[in-house]
């Protein structure tokens, strides 16, 4: 089964707490269902899915119509699998059969309304668009509803990283707790200030570009890096750090060694991370 807080097991015991009272509150979506049945075992990973997917836009109610024959009567379920969705305490809507996702999907939006963009594409398409005010906003609204919201901290971080407020980014993980800090997203925000705040220290790209094409020592090359990092050409970054380990592994106690391995962390393009790792392990092996 599934590990999620949106996926739950039903019994006749928690029938009425866990369909009927939490339907009050948010959609249930019932999954009737026996390990005898194929096309349950085709249905429910899809289920799953979008119940994950979601993050509470329904809870997934998995009944099992073998060991609950009290609540597949209710139901008037005769075949499996069967789908209903309750809200507010009824029947909203309901299906039988294995359906694909795109079907699935499609009555969720039926019942449901259209799925709200997942929030990190809606922050990434207003970072594009330069819109840093927007997506301030639109985060602060998130963590007014969801203080512990570590997706919505994690790109508060990084909106106030690529506006060029690094003083404000700070003073939000100044007051974040261990706890908060340790989670993925936000590890990973951490993360990518932390090469923001070291590549500011650098001072200019265009600079920096003019020092290294007039002396491209270790020192002018790590520099640069470090500032192309900054402004998401991980890739030229990559190549520079790189070049520095050619020339000494160990150079300025092993910073450049460091350093690529902190991008590696923070550069979204995992393909270049994975080309780059292997072009590390080469010369360090």
Same mark, same amino acid.
């Given at each position: ?115 709200? +963009?997942?929030?990190? /594409?809606?922050?990434?398409? $207003?970072?594009?668009? #330069? *819109?840093? &005010? @927007? =997506? ?14 570590? +997706?919505?901290?994690? /790109?508060?971080?990084?909106? $106030?990283?690529?506006? #060029? *407020?690094? &003083? @404000? =980014? ?28 070291? *590549? ?86």
């Amino acid at each position: 089964m599934t590990d999620s807080p949106y996926i739950i097991h039903v019994t006749e015991q928690s029938f009425v707490a866990d369909i009927i009272e939490q339907s009050q509150r948010v959609p249930v979506l019932v999954d009737f269902w026996a390990d005898w049945c194929a096309p349950c075992k085709n249905l429910m990973p899809i289920l799953e899915k979008l119940a994950v997917a979601g993050k509470g836009r329904f809870i997934l109610a998995k009944v099992n119509a073998d060991e609950q024959p009290g609540i597949t009567a209710q139901f008037g379920v005769r075949s499996l699998p069967t789908v209903a969705l309750i809200k507010d305490g009824a029947v909203a809507g309901h299906f039988m059969g294995a359906k694909p996702e795109s079907e699935v999907a499609a009555f969720l939006d039926e019942h449901l309304g259209a799925a709200e +963009e997942p929030l990190n /594409l809606t922050i990434e398409a $207003l970072w594009a668009a #330069g *819109a840093y &005010d @927007d =997506a301030l906003n639109l985060l602060q609204q998130h963590l007014n509803a969801d203080p512990e919201n570590a +997706e919505a901290i994690a /790109l508060l971080v990084l909106t $106030l990283g690529k506006s #060029g *407020a690094l &003083d @404000d =980014a700070q003073a939000v993980i100044a007051q974040l707790t261990d706890e908060q800090k340790n989670q993925a997203p936000v590890k990973a925000a951490l993360q990518a200030i932390a090469v923001q705040v070291k *590549a500011a220290e650098y001072g200019d790209l265009p600079v920096l570009e003019a020092s290294y094409a007039a002396d491209p020592s270790p020192a002018s090359a790590h520099a640069l890096a470090m500032a192309l990092a900054a402004h998401e050409d991980y890739e030229r970054a990559f190549e520079l750090l790189l070049s520095i380990l050619r020339q000494d592994i160990g150079w300025n106690n092993n910073q450049a060694r460091q350093d690529i391995q902190a991008l590696f962390a923070t550069c979204p393009n995992k393909g270049w991370v994975a080309k780059y790792q292997r072009k590390l392990m080469t010369l360090l092996f």
